[in-house]
Nanobody
């Protein structure tokens, strides 16, 4: 059974940093596309960043240069390092995985089963 468990969320002031972790079990993360998504109240869920099985990363435009996605295959864990946080980054952040990414996009292929974590809240105050 595939499970994704996020951690690392919290409340910070603008300009601060947080590192989110996504611990995966039930599959080998090295063979999967993993991504971070977020949803703010009243808004649609949006892709933040994703990393393909080969390590290629893609970021949503507003987080480029501030966020870094990475993964540790030995630990079956993905990370999202978030620096220079802004109030508009406030949202529930979700980790997700699928056997394939969508080429060129912060998205997981809908042709394969997608797995989601329960989410972790990030709140940035001004």
């Amino acid at each position: 059974q595939v499970q994704l468990v996020e951690s690392g969320g919290g409340s910070v002031q603008a300009g601060g940093s947080l590192r989110l972790s996504c611990a995966a079990s039930g599959y080998t993360s090295s063979t999967y596309c993993m991504g971070w998504f977020r949803q703010a109240p009243g808004k649609e869920r949006e892709g933040v960043a994703r990393i393909a099985s080969g390590g290629i990363t893609i970021y949503e435009e507003s987080v480029k240069g501030r966020f870094t996605i990475s993964k540790d295959n030995a630990k079956n864990t993905a990370y999202l390092q978030m620096n220079s946080l802004k109030p508009e980054d406030t949202a529930m952040y979700y980790c997700a995985a699928a056997s394939r990414c969508v080429p060129g996009k912060v998205a997981l292929s809908q042709m394969t089963k997608n797995y989601w974590g329960q989410g972790t809240q990030v709140t940035v105050s001004s």
